[in-house]
């Protein structure tokens, strides 16, 4: 089974700022790297699909980057309701695991 | 729209049984590969299974095979779960969820239902 190593776990940063969010895969995956927000108690949202594009809706402060083993989740100018948990995804074999999350805080 | 609609949580006993339904409208249901989902209380997620369109093709995560087949019914545009030998770590939000297409992601989420396995 491919691993997913997300980091870090938890992130605190302030309004405005701009994070990354890194996810590595134990194996190459191309670029079957998805990523999701969740809000508590709801389901997750897919934010982006195919490590780099935007799924539709999502704001533009979202993007992703990378390809093989090592992907980044950028969040830029963050919004309050910025500050939830974020997963990524890998689907390129099953079982279509997760990482195991990050949650970013306010600091 | 979209919608996916889950049923069939509740409180088990372990060692117990329990169907999840998950029915799904607003879209051509035989076409789409379909997933579970789950999420242990304030845990991450776990991808559970998922089966292809026409029902021909399974795969499971090891913590739950021989124990959990997924199914679907074209004609009722519903997927299930029929979980048996339930165990607490089975405790759980379960999700279904349509896989995209080339993308292999998941757009759309039903609310869940939870399963609280426990004597």
């Known amino acids: 089974d491919i691993q997913m190593t997300q980091s870090p776990s938890s992130l605190s940063a302030s309004v405005g700022d701009t994070v990354t969010i890194t996810c590595r895969a134990s194996?190459?995956?191309?670029?079957?790297l998805n990523w999701y927000q969740q809000k508590p108690g709801k389901a997750p949202k897919l934010l982006i699909y195919?490590?780099?594009s935007l799924q539709s809706g999502v704001p533009s402060r979202f993007s992703g980057s990378g390809s093989g083993t090592d992907f980044t989740l950028t969040i830029s100018s963050l919004q309050p309701e910025d500050f939830v948990i974020y997963y990524c995804?890998?689907?390129?074999?099953?079982?279509?695991?997760f990482g195991q999350g990050t949650k970013l805080e306010i600091k | 729209e979209v919608q996916l609609v889950e049923s069939g949580g509740g409180l088990v006993q372990p060692g117990g049984s329990l169907r999840l339904s998950c029915a799904a409208s607003?879209?051509?249901?035989?076409?789409?590969?379909m997933s579970w989902v789950r999420q242990a209380p304030g845990k991450g997620l776990e991808w559970v299974a998922n089966?292809?369109?026409?029902?021909?093709?399974?795969a499971y995560v090891d913590s739950v095979k021989g124990r959990f087949t997924i199914s679907r019914d074209n004609a009722k545009n519903s997927l299930y779960l029929q979980m048996n030998s339930l165990r607490a770590e089975d405790t759980a939000v379960y999700y279904c969820?349509?896989?995209?297409?080339?993308?292999?992601?998941?757009?759309?989420w039903g609310q869940g239902t939870l399963v609280p396995v426990s004597s």
């Open positions: 969820a349509r896989l995209g297409g080339s993308s292999r992601s998941y757009t759309y």
């Open positions: 995804q890998q689907s390129n074999s099953t079982p279509f695991t």
């Open positions: 607003g879209f051509t249901f035989s076409t789409y590969w």
């Open positions: 089966i292809k369109e026409d029902g021909s093709a399974k």
């Open positions: 195919a490590a780099s």
């Open positions: 194996q190459s995956i191309s670029n079957y």
